[in-house]
């Protein structure tokens, strides 16, 4: 009886975490279709809010740079943690390590207000002393490759610490000097983590309002800056359908990546049979 009870509550306590965190975008993706802009009633389908969509320019432009800079900020990010993550793991021992450490994962404890003011007050020395940079895409792009390289390295350094480094020293004892032995068998074996740490990056940064606040400037705002903005005005159904288009987007994205970590863990695991087959016939026939 007690185990019925705890198998049916123990469900019943999952449905409803998801519901409470899965609900609300459901209720605004409903109401994206919405025909008039009462927001507590449903009164019809209709696609009017998404060909308003096309038709705002902010709300297009600021997309558009959302993604250019996501990718941007995704992809330094996924090189600089992978470096960080390779020094923390494979180099117990150097001078200043435990602050290299702590520098490296202060983005993640550290509030965002802080993280943008720092770097405002940051980007305001250099540009008094040196003209440059600007504040707008570039400073944007660095600010998020801060806070995605932190996140990034997670990742990847917990697939370095499972990593068999048996590989590694297999390959140095066969003359590999250490750069090959990174970029020809450390590389292959954890780009599913440098990839996995790239959508991280990339998903932080799109969603980003806190930072994009700070380091952008006149005529530059992402995405979620335009909504925010919307927001503060008063509740506009274009925002619902933005909002839509964005979850579709992400979800297509998680599915993608998903389906490809199975499809290479399959074939990896069929590569690991085939080559215990020949082992073992090998050994038969000797």
Same mark, same amino acid.
């Given at each position: 009886?007690n185990?019925f009870?705890?198998?049916?509550i123990?469900k019943?306590?999952m449905?409803a975490v998801?519901?409470?965190?899965? $609900?609300p975008?459901?209720f605004?993706v409903?109401?994206?279709?919405?025909?008039?802009r009462q927001?507590a +009633?449903f009164?019809g389908f209709s696609l009017?809010?998404?060909?308003?969509?096309t038709?705002?320019t902010?709300?297009v432009?600021?997309f558009?740079?959302?993604v250019?800079?996501?990718?941007?900020?995704g992809?330094?990010?996924?090189v600089?943690?992978?470096?960080?993550?390779?020094? /923390?793991?494979?180099?117990?021992r150097?001078?200043g390590?435990?602050?290299?450490?702590g520098m490296?994962n202060?983005?993640l404890?550290?509030?965002?207000?802080?993280i943008?003011?720092? %770097?405002? #007050? #940051?980007?305001?020395?250099?540009q008094n002393?040196?003209?440059?940079p600007?504040r707008g895409m #570039?400073?944007?792009?660095l600010?998020h490759? @801060? #806070?995605?390289?932190a996140y990034?390295?997670?990742v990847?350094?917990s697939? $370095?610490?499972?990593?068999?480094?048996?590989?590694?020293?297999?390959?140095?004892?066969l003359?590999?000097?250490?750069f090959?032995?990174?970029f %020809?068998?450390?590389?292959?074996n954890?780009l599913?983590a440098?990839?996995?740490?790239f959508?991280?990056?990339?998903t /932080?940064?799109?969603d980003?309002?806190v930072?994009?606040?700070? @380091?952008?400037g006149?005529?530059v705002?992402?995405l979620p800056?335009?909504?925010?903005?919307y927001?503060?005005?008063?509740? +506009?159904?274009?925002i619902?359908?933005?909002?839509?288009l964005?979850i579709?987007?992400?979800?297509a994205?998680?599915?993608?990546?998903s389906?490809?970590?199975?499809?290479?863990?399959?074939?990896?695991e069929?590569e690991?049979?085939a080559?215990?087959r020949?082992?073992?016939?090998?050994?038969?026939?000797?």
């Open positions: 009886m185990q009870l705890g198998k049916y123990g019943a306590w449905a998801f519901l409470f965190l899965y $609900l975008l459901m605004m409903v109401f994206s279709f919405n025909s008039t927001d +009633n009164t009017r809010w998404y060909e308003a969509l038709r705002d902010k709300i432009d600021g558009w740079l959302s250019q800079v996501a990718t941007a900020a992809l330094a990010s996924a600089m943690a992978t470096f960080a993550a390779f020094v /923390l793991v494979r180099y117990r150097f001078p390590r435990t602050l290299f450490s490296v202060a983005p404890v550290m509030p965002e207000v802080v943008g003011l720092s %770097l405002l #007050l #940051l980007m305001v020395g250099i002393a040196f003209g440059w600007q #570039l400073t944007i792009v600010g490759t @801060l #806070l995605g390289m990034g390295m997670v990847i350094q697939r $370095l610490l499972e990593m068999n480094r048996a590989i590694e020293e297999a390959a140095m004892d003359g590999a000097k250490p090959q032995v990174f %020809l068998i450390t590389m292959p954890i599913q440098i990839f996995a740490a959508l991280l990056a990339f /932080l940064s799109f980003d309002v930072i994009a606040e700070f @380091l952008s006149p005529g705002n992402t800056q335009v909504i925010f903005g927001a503060r005005r008063g509740i +506009n159904p274009t619902y359908a933005a909002a839509t964005l579709v987007s992400v979800t994205v998680v599915i993608a990546y389906v490809w970590v199975a499809r290479q863990t399959r074939r990896r069929r690991i049979a080559a215990t020949a082992e073992m016939a090998a050994l038969q026939a000797g």
